[in-house]
C-alpha cells in the first residue's frame, strides 16, 4: 500500500484533568473518504484540528505523507495542503462573501483585487453559489453559509506550487440543516472530491446517518478516546459491535454512557 497521506501513531491530548484521546493510531491515505462518528465529547473536532496541525499535542507522532511533523501548521507548513471547513461556518458578518473566502489572499497576497475576485467567482461557481460574492453572511441561508466556508477552505494561492488543499477536513458539514440542504452538502462534498486538482481526499466528523452513509467510504468510531471500531460504511449494519449497535440505533440502553 502507498505512504499514508496522514498517519497519528499513539496521540494522546489532555484538556487540564480530561484526556480527550488516548493513544489514538489513524491513518488516511491518498483518495480516502473518512468519517469520523461517535457519542458527543468524544473528541473528533479535536483530532480533526490535530490533523490540521491546529493543537499540539501531549504525546504521540504525527506524519505528513511520511514526514514527521513538529510544532503546528503556524511553525512550518506541511507537503500536504490542508483545508478545515469548521462546525460553524465561521464568516466575518462584517465582510462580503467575496471578502470572506478571498481573506487570506487580501491579508497575505499581493495578488491585484480583480485577479483575486477572479478566483473567488471560480470557487463560488464550484460550491453552485455564482454570483453572490457582494451579499453579507446575514443575507444568506445556514446552507448557503456553509457552501460559502466550503469555497474559502478550497482556495488557493496562484503564487504558490499547490493547486488547492489536497486534504479537507469537515466538521459537522450538515449539522443543523434540512435533509435536502443536507443532501445538497454531500452530494457537494463528494462531488469537489471528484473534481480535478481539488481535495481528493477528506475526512469528516457528522452525526447524521445520511451524511455518513452518503459521504464516507470507510468509518472509524471513536470512544473514550479511542478508536473503537473501524469497517466500510456498509459494515455499519452488518456488524454486531455492541457500541456501533447501540449508537446506531440511538438506544440509551448499550455500553455507551448516557450523558446528562
Ligand atoms: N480548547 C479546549 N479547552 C478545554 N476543553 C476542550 C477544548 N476543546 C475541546 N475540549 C473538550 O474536549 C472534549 C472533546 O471535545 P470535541 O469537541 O473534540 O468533541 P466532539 O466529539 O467533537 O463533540 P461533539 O460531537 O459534541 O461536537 C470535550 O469534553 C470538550 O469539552
Known amino acids: ?83 478545515m471547513v469548521f462546525q460553524q461556518a465561521a464568516l466575518f458578518d462584517s465582510l462580503t462573501v467575496e471578502e470572506n473566502v478571498g481573506f487570506l489572499l487580501y491579508q497575505n497576497s499581493k495578488i491585484a ?28 441561508s445556514g446552507g448557503m453559509r456553509k457552501r460559502v466556508s466550503f469555497a474559502r477552505a478550497i482556495m488557493s494561492n496562484p503564487e504558490s506550487d499547490q493547486q488547492g488543499p489536497e486534504l479537507l477536513l469537515y ?16 452530494d457537494l462534498i463528494r462531488h469537489l472530491q471528484c473534481s480535478q486538482g481539488v481535495c481528493s481526499t477528506y475526512a469528516i466528523v457528522t452525526h447524521q446517518d445520511s451524511t455518513i452513509r452518503r459521504t464516507a467510504d470507510r468509518v472509524i468510531f471513536l470512544y473514550q ?17 455492541p457500541l456501533i449497535r447501540q449508537f446506531m440505533s440511538g438506544s440509551v440502553h448499550g455500553p455507551i454512557q448516557v450523558v446528562g
Do not use: C
Not at 490533523?51 to 511533523?69: K, N, S, W
Not at 475576485?117 to 455564482?130: A, C, D, I, S
Not at 478516546?225 to 459491535?241: A, F, L, N, P, Y
Open 171 to 186: 466538521d459537522e458539514p450538515t449539522a443543523g440543516l434540512d435533509p435536502i440542504a443536507s443532501t445538497v452538502i454531500e
Open 1 to 83: 500500500m502507498t505512504e499514508p497521506l496522514i498517519e497519528l501513531r499513539g496521540v494522546s491530548k489532555s484538556f487540564g484533568s480530561n484526556k480527550v484521546l488516548d493513544r489514538v493510531d489513524l491513518t488516511i491515505h491518498q483518495g480516502e473518504a473518512l468519517g469520523i462518528i461517535g457519542p458527543s465529547g468524544t473528541g473528533k473536532s479535536t483530532i480533526l484540528r490535530v490533523i490540521a496541525g491546529l493543537l499540539a499535542v501531549d504525546e504521540g507522532e504525527i506524519y505528513v505523507r511520511g514526514v514527521r511533523r513538529t510544532g503546528l501548521i503556524e511553525d512550518a507548513a506541511d507537503s500536504v495542503g490542508i483545508g
Open 225 to 241: 478516546g479511542r478508536v473503537q471500531w473501524q469497517g466500510t460504511v456498509d459494515e455499519i449494519d452488518s456488524t454486531d459491535h
Open 113 to 140: 483585487r480583480s485577479r483575486i475576485r477572479q478566483l473567488v467567482n471560480t470557487k463560488l461557481e464550484m460550491v453552485g453559489l455564482p454570483g453572490i460574492g457582494e451579499l453579507y453572511p446575514s443575507e444568506l
